[in-house]
């Protein structure tokens, strides 16, 4: 089983760009999965606990179970209109999520993993955790990325993450390939070198917080939001300390990859989330491997709420249409790396790459084959160079595609796909069809280049699924071969369409962006 979890949500606001980044590269990861053949759980939801969002429901004056209501409902809602398709909704107030969280932490406490101490320090109410000089900017005081800082001195439990951090450096560095892409690894291996000796507070006092999971064993606390949040990998497949349900063992089958962005990979998923499931007793053949993501940024500029440059992807969506922007969030970033998020350019990509090569392949194909053969595809004469060109530049893409796809490299893959695109366009500008119709003798030949178009277009659906899964089954309509959407990938062979076969008038599949709908934006 191939295993693919994205972070949770923050439900303190609504969705943003860089959201709905994550879930469309993880729903067309997921989607790859499956046409490879292989079998797919995606897990995705929402993180509802914690103090932002108990101090945003006291300002709008609602109770924190209603103000979470309201917004996982935006989060969820967004993500069905932008066709991400998951098989697992985590939402951290869920029941089951509770009792999980609580059995974990029982089982920690009972193995000595968990004790009680008083600290003394200073303490970040935005990111909700106490500082430590390290923390400190050049100058010794704390930066403004912190919020208000204030000395407090409170009881707490912690976890003793100290004792797992040697077996987590060896772990990184030995043979298992765990951080994607790789020049991630540095530095988190710098992070745990700069973190070793200190535990993991796990709790806060309910005068402080009240809106978390209770603390199994003192009703006087609640869980950090962090050690809530990240048990959600596992609660939701059925995890339990001491006997997991079957459904935990069908899904974290071999190694799950969590897609997560560079911000939340030190320390809470590099180091805190290991060493809670090596405590857990999970071996290192089981740990998770991390995919982590660049940042989508406006004009190089982080988005933020005082920035005010906060991209809504419901609105983009509305305007430029679903498939447009997932082309676009997966097309425009390497994974791994920053981008800028720029509204010329995703036009600008659509109209070319879309409506230009790919949209303009599919009509003269089809429309071409419609004219000139009522629409039959048939056999046609002996191959020339060109033809057989054509079929090579085929398995070279499919070949390329693939690669770039298994190494996460979605980019990579359109370029690939692109590439045979226009390699077609090429071929058709040099065969003429439309001269070859007006010469009778010349009807096998004229089969034999439509025929050669046909299939390049519904090789091109196959490959383009996971990425535009709507257009995909435009496509297959379009040709009347409702069996593409059932193949796999080790299916994409020269003949998906049967000789004979008759396909169907097209309607444009990628009409194009007039830019008045930018300048309206
Ligand atoms: N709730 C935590 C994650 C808990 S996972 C056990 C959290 N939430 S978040 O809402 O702040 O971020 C969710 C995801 O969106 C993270 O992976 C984060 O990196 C990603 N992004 C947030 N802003 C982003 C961009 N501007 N660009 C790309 N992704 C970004 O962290």
Not at 7 to 36: C, Q
Not at 180 to 188: D, I
Not at 262 to 281: N, R, S, T
Request: hydrophobic residues 35%.
């Amino acid at each position: 089983m191939f295993f693919l979890t994205t972070a949770i949500d923050y439900t303190n606001g609504s969705p943003h760009i860089g959201h709905a980044y994550e879930k469309v590269l993880a729903d067309v990861i997921a989607r790859y999965h499956r046409l490879t053949g292989e079998e797919v759980y995606f897990l995705t939801g929402v993180d509802q606990h914690g103090q932002k969002v108990q101090q945003t429901a006291e300002k709008e004056g609602v109770s924190p179970e209603e103000f979470v209501k309201r917004t996982t409902g935006k989060f969820s809602r967004l993500w069905t209109k932008l066709g991400v398709e998951y098989d697992g909704w985590a939402e951290t107030t869920d029941v089951r999520h509770k009792a999980c969280v609580q059995s974990i932490l029982s089982n920690l406490y009972t193995k000595d993993q968990i004790y009680r101490k008083s600290y003394k320090g200073h303490y970040s109410v935005r990111q909700e955790q106490f500082l430590t000089d390290r923390d400190r900017d050049a100058t010794g005081n704390f930066g403004p990325e912190w919020g208000e800082v204030t000395e407090i001195e409170e009881e707490n439990y912690y976890f003793k993450l100290s004792e797992h951090t040697d077996w987590l450096k060896s772990f990184l560095e030995g043979p298992l390939e765990t951080i994607l892409p790789a020049f991630r690894k540095t530095e988190l291996l710098n992070a745990i070198d700069r973190n070793t000796g200190t535990d993991l507070c796990i709790s806060r006092p309910k005068e402080r917080l009240r809106w978390g999971i209770e603390i199994p064993f003192d009703a006087n606390f609640v869980t950090y939001v962090w050690f809530d949040a990240l048990i959600n990998y596992i609660s939701f497949i059925g995890f339990t300390p001491d006997s997991s349900l079957p459904v935990f063992d069908d899904v974290w089958t071999d190694r799950p990859v969590h897609i997560i962005g560079k911000d939340i990979m030190v320390p809470a998923h590099g180091i805190y989330w290991f060493a809670i499931l090596h405590a857990l007793g999970f071996t290192d053949e089981k740990m998770p491997q991390l995919l982590v993501h660049g940042w989508w940024n406006i004009r190089g500029e982080k988005m933020s709420k005082s920035l005010g440059n906060i991209v809504d992807p419901d609105q983009l969506a509305d305007t430029f249409g679903t498939e447009a922007l997932r082309y676009y969030l997966v097309r425009d970033i390497h994974t791994g790396k920053d981008s800028d998020f720029d509204l010329d350019r995703l036009v600008m990509l659509y109209n070319t790459e879309l409506a230009n090569e790919l949209g303009n392949l599919c009509n003269r194909a089809l429309n071409m084959s419609q004219r000139f053969t009522d629409g039959i595809i048939s056999p046609g004469g002996p191959l020339t160079a060109d033809d057989t060109n054509l079929q090579q530049s085929l398995i070279d893409t499919t070949a390329a595609y693939r690669k770039a796809m298994d190494n996460h490299e979605i980019s990579q893959g359109l370029e690939a796909l692109n590439r045979h695109v226009v390699h077609c366009n090429q071929y058709a500008e040099r065969m003429k069809p439309w001269e070859l119709n007006k010469n009778l003798q010349s009807k096998d030949r004229l089969a034999t280049v439509l025929h050669h178009l046909a299939e390049s277009v519904a090789h091109c659906a196959v490959l383009l699924s996971p990425i535009l899964p709507g257009a995909a089954v435009k496509l297959a309509s379009q040709l009347n071969l409702a069996t593409l959407s059932k193949l796999k990938l080790d299916d994409l062979k020269w003949g998906l369409i049967p000789l004979h076969h008759e396909i169907n008038p097209p309607t444009p599949v990628f009409p194009r962006i007039e830019v008045k709908a930018v300048e309206e934006t």
